[in-house]
């Protein structure tokens, strides 16, 4: 079962380094594309407000190695964005960190967008018809009025982007393999472990993963319970 050694490598340390900015940069990109397609998702009486929420969602029920190869194959060097990033001289994303960031921010995209979409339907439109009527333009009511009234919507989505991306394996694994300090995140180092039977090593890390959701949920239902209070 390999030796007990609770010590982590460097290599683990730097899948921890990774993982955790790997998160920090998609939980940025996600709230700041995730926001205006929550708003649009929130107001919109477009007959494409189905189709376009139900593909936001897809996530939630694809398994992560289908959404990782058809990602892994539209980032090739045949695909249509891997001919994309090769004419901009580029290259390829797939097995790099850029990669492994487009792949977490389409994983991820629900956990952004739901909660900041839900807030901003249960504001409703009176704060915004009020501030209409104080001759407030509309970037205006959104900066002054909606995004304040939803500041709870997007700390949860912010808190939930970013646990997720850090508990990701399946798409990080095939789009970006397992390079150790490129593309080996702290997921794919347990499972390391755990192949080659250094099962205290794994325990290490994943006993980190597990104390890092508990308060990440904790925190979360805390702030839910504060604010029904």
Do not use: C
């Not at 009176?126 to 501030?131: G, T, W």
């Not at 982007?161 to 180092?189: C, D, Q, W, Y």
Request: hydrophobic share 55%.
């Amino acid at each position: 079962m390999g030796d007990i050694h609770p010590a982590l490598t460097n290599a683990d340390w730097a899948a921890v380094w990774l993982t955790f900015k790997l998160a920090s940069v998609v939980t940025i990109i996600l709230m700041l594309v995730g926001t205006p397609i929550a708003w649009w998702l929130a107001r919109t009486r477009s007959k494409w407000k189905g189709p376009v929420g139900a593909l936001v969602a897809l996530p939630l029920v694809l398994p992560p190695t289908v959404l990782g190869f058809y990602l892994l194959v539209a980032m090739g060097p045949y695909g249509p964005v891997g001919q994309f990033t090769q004419w901009l001289g580029i290259g390829l994303l797939p097995f790099t960190f850029a990669g492994l960031v487009v792949g977490s921010v389409f994983y991820s995209l629900p956990f952004v967008v739901q909660p900041i979409q839900n807030a901003f339907e249960a504001i409703g439109e009176r704060p915004l018809e009020v501030a209409a009527t104080l001759r407030a333009n509309p970037w205006d009511s959104f900066f002054t009025v909606m995004l304040p009234l939803a500041k709870p919507g997007f700390i949860t989505a912010a808190i939930l982007g970013f646990a997720h991306t850090v508990g990701e394996f399946g798409v990080v694994l095939m789009i970006g393999g397992n390079i150790p300090e490129k593309t080996r995140v702290v997921s794919v180092a347990i499972y390391d472990h755990v192949e080659a039977l250094e099962y205290a090593e794994a325990h290490v890390l994943a006993a980190g993963m597990l104390i890092f959701s508990f308060l990440v949920l904790l925190a979360l239902y805390s702030r839910k319970t504060s604010v029904w209070k």
